[in-house]
T-cell receptor
Framework: DTAVSQTPKYLVTQMGNDKSIKCEQNLGHDTMYWYKQDSKKFLKIMFSYNNKELIINETVPNRFSPKSPDKAHLNLHINSLELGDSAVYFC??????????????FGPGTRLTVT | SQKIEQNSEALNIQEGKTATLTCNYTNYSPAYLQWYRQDPGRGPVFLLLIRENEKEKRKERLKVTFDTTLKQSLFHITASQPADSATYLCALPPNQAGTALIFGKGTTLSVSS
């Protein structure tokens, strides 16, 4: 059974389009995250949700909007896509937020290419 | 602000040798540190966590040390194998409670047979 799954695996789209990436975890975790990994492989937090509530919103353009319909799902919607949005987006989950040192489980990633 | 540095982008060693990767941090005192492995085209996978009151942690051929005075963690893979080739990331909690991990840029290890 896949612990953290993301769809789609690959996403190729044109500038200006709107797209969504879906994430689901079957680990029963309370916290879910979206990370962006750029071409230099730097992994940076975008959002964190705890029990369906937004906890962290790093400096991310308003074009990015996360939605958590329930604890097991955290989707990412991106409006008006730009070339600079091209990256690999990872969903992750953990039992709780970082204070306890809980390990994070990552999904396989979604490679977004904006042309 | 907090800063994490993994000293090498790439490390090449021969099979059977010990690989040692370094993670340095500045401007804070984390309660713990984690190491992850990332293979090409995949998400990071958790390997080990070491807390500030632990000097050393082991798991099979992996060993992690945590020196809070030097603000440094060393990650060792003994008897390395080509299958150990991957990117290894260190991650630390930020200063603010309740926020996500901060990852280093990673060191890509290549083990040749």
């Amino acid at each position: 059974d896949t612990a953290v799954s993301q769809t789609p695996k690959y996403l190729v789209t044109q500038m200006g389009n709107d797209k969504s990436i879906k994430c689901e975890q079957n680990l029963g975790h309370d916290t879910m995250y979206w990370y962006k990994q750029d071409s230099k492989k730097f992994l940076k937090i975008m959002f964190s949700y705890n029990n369906k509530e937004l906890i962290i919103n790093e400096t991310v353009p308003n074009r990015f909007s996360p939605k958590s319909p329930d604890k097991a799902h955290l989707n990412l919607h991106i409006n008006s896509l730009e070339l600079g949005d091209s990256a690999v987006y990872f969903c992750a989950s953990s039992q709780d937020l970082g204070a306890g040192g809980f390990e994070q489980y990552f999904g396989p990633g979604t490679r977004l290419t904006v042309t | 602000s907090q800063k994490i540095e993994q000293n090498s982008e790439a490390l090449n060693i021969q099979e059977g040798k010990t690989a040692t990767l370094t993670c340095n941090y500045t401007n804070y005192s984390p309660a713990y540190l984690q190491w992850y492995r990332q293979d090409p085209g995949r998400g990071p996978v958790f390997l080990l966590l070491i807390r500030e009151n632990e000097k050393e942690k082991r798991k099979e051929r992996l060993k992690v040390t945590f020196d809070t005075t030097l603000k440094q963690s060393l990650f060792h893979i003994t008897a390395s194998q080509p299958a150990d080739s991957a990117t290894y990331l260190c991650a630390l909690p930020p200063n603010q409670a309740g926020t996500a991990l901060i990852f280093g840029k990673g060191t890509t290890l290549s083990v040749s047979s």
